[in-house]
């Protein structure tokens, strides 16, 4: 579910945007993101949460009501992030944005990271990297970008072996998917 910058609507960044901007003003960015990550994990995990958050069939009854429900059920009705998380949601169901919703939590991953004086990249592999790996490629990216680096990994299989890593506007693509097309549309020259 995780998107890239380039991928994050402008409605998501407006909504990360007053989020952070709220959160920031309460001191609580840090707790807010971690909310945000148990609600993304939440919504990852249970297919029909998912169904329903990108689904246009329920009014905007039912998804405020949902949300709420929700928000009751998984710990989110103490004060403080907790609050500021479960009315930001509650805020964008009414505005039936609910799809948007990853894209949100990547806006705000990446403010929150900016603040911290992180950037953040995405690097997508074809199986999970180990700890160890994770952390010299954030050592690595570290270099090459002069911050500190937020990873946000992402598995697919169908990259065959390598990485790709999108770091803001740069790309470094050494997966084995690529390299065969790229061997590939070489010999169709040569041939």
Known sequence: MSNTSSHISVVAKRYAGALFDLAHEAKCVDDVEKELSSCLSLIESNSDLKRFIFSPVFSTKEQVNAVSALCEKFGLKGKGAAALVRNFLKVVAANRRLFDLPGIFDAFYQLAALSRGEISAEVTSAR?????????????LKNVAGKDVRLN???????????????GSR???????TKLSSLKLALKEVG
């Open 153 to 167: 990994m992402i598995v697919d299989s169908k990259i065959l072996g390598g990485l790709i890593i999108r770091l």
């Open 128 to 140: 999970a990297l180990t700890a160890a790996q994770e952390k010299e490629l954030k050592a690595t």
């Open 171 to 177: 790309q470094i693509d050494t997966s084995l998917a």
